[in-house]
């Protein structure tokens, strides 16, 4: 079985790699981290015992914050090793945990160098953040009697579909995890359905509402205004001179986005929009995609990397017309905190949508389309407490939108709801590393 899915695995491997190629090339991705990825992986306390956990991206290593923080706690003999599959992703653990623990690209699933990986990180337990359970990873796992947790795990209607036309494959390996942390119980009853055994599956919550900051302004927020709109004391207020944030946004989606932008333009007039990619290179298609709709263009790298003059900051916001690119990363929650409206990308579109709790929690007026099914959970959640809106399309985003802009208070209820969804959903991370805990104790590892 093992010869049959690494052959397999270089298959796959051999019709990817023009793909990959390409993207090195055009995009700049995938240009650092082969040695890791190849299982060449060194960790800075390796005479400590280990934690490893994994999260494919960006929203995944956010959701480890507040358990990195409880392990950091409780298990304070251990070192913590952090593994992501993007480059986006190990940039936003590198900056979060690679001053105190290691941080590595995940190695491929291939057999020769997952073994090498395991003998270079020799972990005591593996965390794998909401749907990471690769073959060959539990199977060495099991071999060398390491534990194996799904934290945060959840299985999307397209991953659940795929793993029961394969059941039979499925249950070989899920049957190999010691224990799943769900985060719902739709989400326990697939991992069940599709191999893993009852006992083994919990219930906790998910970690996103957790490690969500409920507060009404994030650090670096003023210096973000200041550079966008000018002093405050210039500035007119938000109900005044309001400001549309849309975030990861995704393929064919900001054309839509565009389109009702021009059409509130023709009633208020001194809106403005910002405009935040989920992915870094979409940055010069977006904007490329601005200007080709004959709508003005600012990009806020330009304004970041540039002196903070005042001749800068009047030319940036004399015309309240301009479209900006959030393109940079690590900002998007400065503008959300910075929005009067915040419509969630990559959910006009059947693309999945991105995380609606982290606007919510801002308290903003919280805005999504029907295609969230990535974050199904939460959506579900917020409109059932009335804590945000779903949009079906175009034309009732412009109507939302309309409402939204003419009505604080309406658009203040809105935020308010979101706001206490939140807080009604944490307390997942101490479930979670409760069950952590007593798995530890039992296999004698604590």
């Not at 796992?141 to 534990?147: I, T």
């Not at 893993?196 to 490690?211: H, N």
């Not at 979101?418 to 805990?437: E, P």
């Amino acid at each position: 079985m093992t010869f049959i899915l690494d052959c397999v695995y270089l298959l796959i491997g051999i019709a990817i790699s023009p793909v990959v190629l390409y993207r090195m090339a055009r995009h700049k991705r995938y240009h650092s981290g082969w040695a890791q990825r190849f299982g060449e992986i060194t960790r800075k306390q390796p005479e400590k015992k280990c934690i490893w956990i994994h999260a494919v991206s960006v929203g995944e290593v956010n959701a480890t914050k507040t358990i990195v923080e409880e392990l950091e706690k409780r298990f304070g003999d251990y070192e913590i090793v952090i593994s992501t599959t993007t480059d986006t992703g190990f940039a936003c653990a590198s900056s979060l945990f690679g001053s105190s623990h290691t941080v590595t690209y995940f190695p491929f699933d291939f057999s020769p160098v997952m073994h090498r990986a395991f003998r270079a990180i020799r972990p005591a337990i593996c965390l794998l953040m909401e749907l990471e359970v690769w073959p060959n990873l539990v199977r060495i796992a099991e071999q060398q009697n390491v534990p194996v947790v799904v934290v945060n795990g959840r299985i999307s209607e397209r991953s659940f579909s795929g793993y029961k036309k394969i059941k039979p494959i499925a249950e070989k390996f899920f049957g190999k995890v010691s224990l799943i942390l769900a985060q719902t119980e739709e989400y326990a009853q697939r991992f069940r359905q599709v191999g893993a055994a009852e006992e083994k599956v919990i219930v906790t919550g998910s970690l996103k509402y957790d490690t969500a900051q409920i507060t009404d302004k994030v650090e670096g927020t003023d210096e973000l205004a200041e550079q966008l709109f000018g002093k405050i004391e210039n500035r007119k207020s938000k109900i005044e001179n309001p400001l549309w944030v849309v975030g990861g946004t995704g393929s064919d989606e900001e054309k839509i986005l565009l389109d009702v932008y021009r059409n509130l333009k023709q009633r208020f007039k001194d809106l403005r929009l910002a405009i935040v990619p989920r992915k870094p290179e979409r940055f010069d298609e977006v904007a490329q995609l601005i200007e080709d709709n004959g709508l003005p263009l600012i990009r806020y790298s330009r304004i970041k990397s540039a002196n903070r003059e005042l001749a800068i900051e009047r030319r940036v916001t004399s015309d309240e017309s301009r479209v900006i690119l959030g393109d940079t990363m690590g900002d998007l929650r400065k503008f959300y905190s910075l929005a009067s409206v915040i419509f969630v990308g990559r959910t006009l579109v059947p693309l999945g949508g991105s995380d609606m709790i982290e606007a919510a929690a801002l308290g903003k007026c919280t805005i999504f389309g029907p295609h969230a099914f990535n974050f199904k959970q939460a959506a579900d959640a917020l409109l059932a407490g009335n804590g945000a809106i779903l949009v079906k399309d175009k034309q009732e985003l412009l109507q939302v939108m309309e409402k939204c802009l003419s009505e604080p208070d309406f658009t203040g209820k809105i935020a308010r709801n979101g706001q206490q969804v939140i807080k009604k959903n944490q307390g997942a991370t101490q479930k979670t590393l409760s069950a952590i805990t007593r798995l530890l104790k039992e296999q004698k590892n604590y």
